[in-house]
């Protein structure tokens, strides 16, 4: 008989369960050595297209494919076992037509094994999104400050500050949520209207510099991890500063590698044929 006890991931059920209850916890990851570290204090991992900037040194996450998303997304699911795994779909790879999000999202899914996928935007996507959740797509939605749409949008700056901009999210935020959504990232927000819209609507709120107010919390790793230093937006919290350490190890390494010193003994495979 086996001994082997396999946990079981989280589900989009579990998750939808969690509104109003223990707050959700979310990092992004992206390859698997981050992964299955994380995998045991999370409840999704969320392999989202900031991978874009962090990973690659794009300017924007506009840049982003879906074979990188599919090469990464695999990589964090084998890595994984317990959290929930979404993917995040690249700009243009759903926004002309519900036939081409079905086409690309059920790639994402059948490729990678992961549990759902995210995809930007309010009202203009809660067709696609309803006719996703209809065919067997679990989506996340992403309403606030949409990354994708940052050149429209007039650049990163916080939202919701203006009535009419604050009723329009959560007009967007009510219409993910009645196309079938299981859960949102809420980001870039100001405060109170991060609690209206988290009051309003039945699925839970994942805020990104959108204040305590929502049903859960998700950050870049890289920016928890202190490994970013290109932009770091002001509500991100470093909970390490690891830029230091990977300079002074290369920095360690480069030094015993010109003193000759490196590989001594203890890192060769076998001894010299002589002693
Ligand atoms: O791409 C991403 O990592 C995201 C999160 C920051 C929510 O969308």
Do not use: W
Request: a negative charge; hydrophobic letters at 45%; glycine letters at 10%.
């Amino acid at each position: 008989m086996s001994t082997e006890v396999r946990t079981k991931r989280v589900t989009t059920r579990d998750i939808r369960a969690r509104k109003g209850a223990e707050p959700l916890v979310v990092l992004t990851a992206y390859t698997a050595p981050i992964a299955r570290l994380l995998d045991p204090h999370v409840d999704m991992l969320l392999v989202g297209d900031s991978l874009g900037m962090v990973v690659y040194g794009m300017e924007t996450t506009l840049g982003v494919t879906l074979e990188m998303m599919i090469n990464h997304g695999t990589a964090v699911v084998r890595a994984s076992s317990r959290s929930l795994v979404v993917v995040d779909m690249p700009f243009a790879s759903y926004q002309e037509s519900p036939e081409q999000a079905f086409r690309n999202c059920a790639r994402v899914m059948v490729e990678t094994g992961c549990g759902g996928i995210k995809v930007e935007g309010g009202r203009e996507m809660a067709e696609t999104i309803h006719f996703l959740t209809q065919r067997g797509i679990p989506v996340m939605g992403h309403v606030g400050l949409k990354p994708q749409s940052v050149h429209a949008a007039g650049g990163f700056r916080a939202h919701g500050r203006a009535d009419d901009e604050a009723a329009a999210i959560r007009a967007d935020a009510r219409a993910v949520t009645d196309a079938g959504a299981f859960c949102m990232v809420v980001e870039g927000t100001i405060e109170p209207l991060a609690r209206v819209l988290t009051d309003e609507v039945a699925i839970p709120t994942i805020g990104i510099g959108a204040s305590v107010a929502c049903d859960g919390q998700v950050l870049v790793i890289d920016d928890v991890l202190g490994l970013f230093n290109d932009f770091t937006p002001k509500f991100v919290k470093r909970y390490a500063d690891l830029s230091p350490l990977v300079s002074q190890a290369a920095e360690d390494f480069a030094r015993e590698v010109k003193a000759r010193s490196f590989p001594g003994r203890e890192h060769c495979f076998g001894m010299p044929k002589d002693k």
